[in-house]
């Protein structure tokens, strides 16, 4: 069963999120801006899911997770765009595409995550500026620079495990797409 609610017609701007059990297809209206994707399961299985193109042809999956998971990715803006969402799984999901722009504004001195998430500053960061970052957990700890536009800058972080550390910020960030299984704090300064 798919269930499906539209807060307005146009991708761009609009919060889009279904839910269902099982194996679903569900086409959407062609999503050619960046987002952030936020999706939960209930289940014991894999839970994955990919955006597909038009063509047909599936793109990098935004989730690829066994059992119970919720979190927060973020997609880039592709040219030629999203029409559908692949669901792979068995058990209960829910999946919202809202725009970058609603991600949770955030305190850039001193804020704890935990798991996948894109968060916000209020404004770009410029100038010099050091991001001191931790994790505690036990996969792949990544961070990447997102500017004010929705475009992804190189990884700061990649790591496996806990960290612990301090690199630069680039100048012009003013969103983070953090993945992670474990707690997380970041500090710019």
């Known amino acids: 069963m798919l269930a499906v609610s539209m807060q307005s017609a146009t991708a761009a701007s609009s919060v889009q999120k279904f839910s269902g ?3 679903s297809v569900i086409t959407i209206p062609v999503l050619k801006v960046p987002v952030v994707v936020t ?3 209930v289940g014991e299985e894999n839970f994955i899911v990919h955006p597909v ?4 042809r599936e793109g990098y999956s935004w989730m690829n997770e066994i ?8 997609q880039e803006a592709d040219r030629a765009g999203f029409a559908a969402i692949s669901v792979k799984t068995v058990g209960d999901w829910t999946i919202q595409i809202a725009p970058l722009a ?3 504004v955030v305190n850039p001195k001193q804020y704890t995550g935990h798991g996948m998430q894109v968060i916000k500053f209020a404004k770009p960061s410029s100038g010099l500026k050091k ?3 931790t994790h505690a957990g ?3 700890f990544i961070v990447h620079p997102i500017n004010a536009k929705g475009g992804r800058g190189y990884s700061m972080i990649n790591e496996i495990a806990d960290y612990h550390g301090s690199v630069l910020l680039p100048s012009g960030t003013q969103y983070l797409a953090v993945i992670a299984d474990g707690e997380w704090t970041i500090s710019v300064k």
Request: proline content about 4%; hydrophobic content about 25%; glycine content about 12%.
């Open 21 to 23: 059990t099982d194996d």
């Open 39 to 41: 999706a939960s399961y």
């Open 53 to 56: 193109y038009s063509s047909g």
């Open 67 to 74: 059992g119970d998971w919720n979190g927060t990715i973020f």
């Open 102 to 104: 609603s991600a949770p």
């Open 131 to 133: 991001i001191s970052l």
């Open 138 to 140: 036990e996969s792949n």
